[in-house]
């Protein structure tokens, strides 16, 4: 079929088109500065200080356990691996946010407050698409971090994250906003990415993992993930934004809101470079273009299916996926999209029942 063909090739073009390329810069020569001009230091510690004072005692250290299958030799056996990482108290009657992948299998969750109180945690919900996740402990009045909204933010302004990286209990680190909307590939055989993270070069190591990124003022702005690696200071969060809405959506209906299907944005550009490498010619240029149709979701139910191409939802024309997900988002639980979509060159229409 010359649209699996189509989808295959898609996926390469995808991939190459958002390869990341990390640059070192050149060290800048040293330049003195006389001692009269320097801000004293109680200028900039002072509000740091304040924000940890602020929200340490809103974020936890989650300790779990997992059964993992080990090769010895010539049998398989289960062996228990630990896990730690972080999260924050979104609630004051015991829900936390955190990562998806710091709690997804985990048959022991401890959470330890900051206060030394340790209590057994659940998980209510998670969402690996987002990579966030709500547990929740049988505790009351505990002490609760504000969200801003993240919307509002700006490269460069100052930011301060929190967490047990590797272990190392309450840990503050401090730097700035790098960017904005950065989307990381973080499974290429789906060709699933993290949309919209923040980017900064405050310290995140493994442990920092669903611990709170917060502004001068002491709101979170984000919920740390993920780093490269293979870099220095490039480590990626959530926007507050984001989090709060799935948050939300967990702790009322026990998992978020989702259309069901995962892709990309199609533009210019990348329909012209599908059509040279599969000789097809695409019907339109523009739109969310599907790579594949999760199953048992309201995309599948609907009828769509991997290769068709997105072009307005409710009559109103959308450039790409992100336009469609705040699309679903608007419509809430319970609501109706008409999606009018390309399927090879046949225009076609869908009723979605979210």
Do not use: C
């Amino acid at each position: 079929m010359k649209w699996r063909l189509l989808l295959g090739v898609t996926i390469l073009v995808l991939a190459g088109f958002l390869v990341w390329s990390i640059f070192s810069p050149a060290e800048a020569p040293l330049s003195e500065t006389p001692a009269e001009s320097q801000e004293p230091r109680g200028n900039w510690e002072e509000p740091v200080v304040q924000v940890v004072q602020k929200v340490g005692p809103a974020t936890v250290k989650i300790e779990t356990t997992r059964e993992v299958l080990v090769d010895q030799f010539f049998f398989q056996q289960l062996e228990q691996r630990q896990g730690i990482g972080s999260g924050v108290i979104y609630r004051d009657d015991g829900y936390i946010l955190t990562n998806h992948h710091v709690v997804s299998g985990a048959e022991e969750i401890r959470v330890q407050l900051a206060d030394g109180r340790s209590f057994t945690g659940k998980v209510v919900g998670g969402d690996p698409l987002t990579d966030l996740a709500v547990v929740k402990v049988e505790a009351q009045d505990l002490p609760v971090a504000s969200f801003a909204d993240s919307n509002e933010l700006r490269v460069g302004q100052g930011v301060i994250a929190i967490g047990n990286p590797l272990g190392q209990d309450n840990t503050v680190t401090t730097g700035v906003v790098s960017a904005l909307n950065r989307d990381l590939l973080v499974d290429p055989r789906e060709n699933r990415y993290l949309e919209g993270m923040i980017q900064t070069d405050a310290a995140i190591n493994p442990g920092n993992s669903g611990g709170p990124l917060i502004d001068y003022q002491g709101q979170v702005i984000g919920v740390t993930t993920a780093i490269i690696e293979q870099a220095q200071g490039i480590g990626f969060a959530i926007p507050s934004s984001t989090a709060k809405a799935i948050g939300d959506q967990i702790i009322s209906h026990g998992r978020p809101l989702r259309l069901g299907v995962l892709g990309g944005s199609l533009t210019p550009a990348l329909a012209k470079s599908i059509s040279e490498q599969a000789g097809i010619k695409l019907a339109v240029n523009r739109g969310a273009f599907i790579t594949r149709v999760l199953p048992d979701t309201p995309a599948a139910a609907a009828g769509l299916d991997q290769g068709d191409i997105i072009t307005a939802v409710n009559g109103q024309e959308i450039a790409g996926m992100r336009e469609l997900r705040d699309a679903v988002q608007q419509a809430g639980f319970g609501g109706t999209l008409t999606l009018a979509y390309y399927r090879g060159t046949e225009q076609r229409q869908a009723e979605v029942k979210l």
